[in-house]
């Protein structure tokens, strides 16, 4: 059993704790890239340093992983590994929907009270086949059977592609209702291979392959401070 945590996210110590910062949220109506249509502010976050929070609890999960390995004919060996990791506690940053006021924590605790804890599991059971590299052939092959399953993305959000670490889902209460289920970075059937030969005369030949099942489907509504 194993516990890891992550720092504080960068994004939020230039946001929350700074007193030259003040970070606006806009909307705009058109591609402000292509428009000179003025924008909407929809949120603003506090222009000092935030108040201390008590009992603030810094982003980690818990690891569980157990793995058996075997010497297989042919100089090959295979492994077994079933890994479960679960997230714990996150810090993220959102708009309390009583003030408008922006406002960061753990979620369902302190300022954030008002939105769910967030939940990332990730399950999967793995089967590695490989030969050992001290033959001119070298191969190694996986499959793996896994569910990414909650209501956070994790660090990286692949459905935005923001890696702040700041989920957008966590800017109001309401993206979070029904938002609990299949994450986005699910793939139930994971296959990859990759193999290799080594020529007496220096040269190198490889290939590798991957496929994966795909991911979850995902519907996001509006919200009132951005329908």
């Given at each position: 059993l194993c516990r890891f945590y992550h720092t504080f996210p960068s994004v939020l110590s230039s946001s929350f704790y700074s007193e030259d910062t003040d970070v606006l949220g806009i909307?705009?109506?058109e591609d402000?890239?292509?428009s000179n249509s003025e924008g909407e502010i929809f949120y603003e976050s506090n222009a000092s340093i935030y108040p201390e929070i008590d009992n603030l609890k810094g982003p980690h999960y818990d690891e569980v992983t157990l793995s058996?390995?075997?010497e297989l004919p042919l100089n090959s060996y295979g492994t077994v590994r079933f890994i479960y990791r679960k997230l714990v506690e996150g810090i993220e940053d959102g708009v309390d929907p009583e003030t408008g006021k922006a406002v960061i924590g753990n979620p369902g605790k302190g300022d954030m009270i008002d939105f769910p804890e967030m939940?990332?599991?990730y399950t999967a059971f793995e089967v590695v086949i490989g030969s050992n590299a001290i033959r001119s052939f070298y191969f190694q092959s996986a499959y793996i059977l896994s569910r990414a399953y909650g209501n956070y993305t994790g660090f990286y959000d692949t459905e935005t592609g923001s890696s702040l670490p700041i989920n957008p889902q966590y800017d109001t209460p309401e993206q979070l209702v029904n938002g609990t289920g299949l994450l986005a970075q699910d793939r139930t059937h994971t296959f990859k291979f990759f193999g290799s030969y080594y020529f007496d005369f220096g040269l190198s030949v490889g290939t590798s392959f991957f496929i994966a099942s795909g991911?979850?489907?995902?519907v996001k509504g509006g919200h009132s401070y951005a329908p």
């Open positions: 909307i705009f109506t402000p890239r292509t058996y390995e075997k939940q990332r599991d991911k979850p489907l995902s």
